[in-house]
């Protein structure tokens, strides 16, 4: 299964969307699912304030990680204002048997 890096920059009112949705956000990123989280987090700003995030995510294939991108709570409560998906070759830190 591939990796791919998906970098997102939030909307201008993101840390208001971020503080009222960002539980339901990480138990997604933990439920169960074929697509597996290898890391996350969020970028921050100059302040220090989040501005958006950094998934690296093992997925089946682009389709399914499009699939699961989609039912991600920060994605449908409107906070990407853009997405970057690549694909991405995990070398260090990769978990063992990933």
């Given at each position: ?37 290898l890391s996350a ?58």
């Amino acid at each position: 299964m591939p990796d791919f890096m998906i970098l997102s920059r939030d909307v201008p009112d993101g840390p208001s969307i971020r503080a009222r949705i960002r539980q339901d956000h990480l138990d997604w990123l933990k439920a169960p699912s074929d697509c597996t989280v290898l890391s996350a987090g969020p970028w921050l700003d100059n302040t220090d304030a989040m501005r958006g995030s950094l998934l690296i995510v093992k997925a089946p294939s682009r389709e399914a990680l499009d699939r699961w991108l989609a039912d991600d709570p920060y994605a449908k409560a409107g906070l990407p204002q853009d997405i970057d998906i690549r694909p991405f070759k995990l070398v260090i830190g990769r978990p063992e048997g990933l």
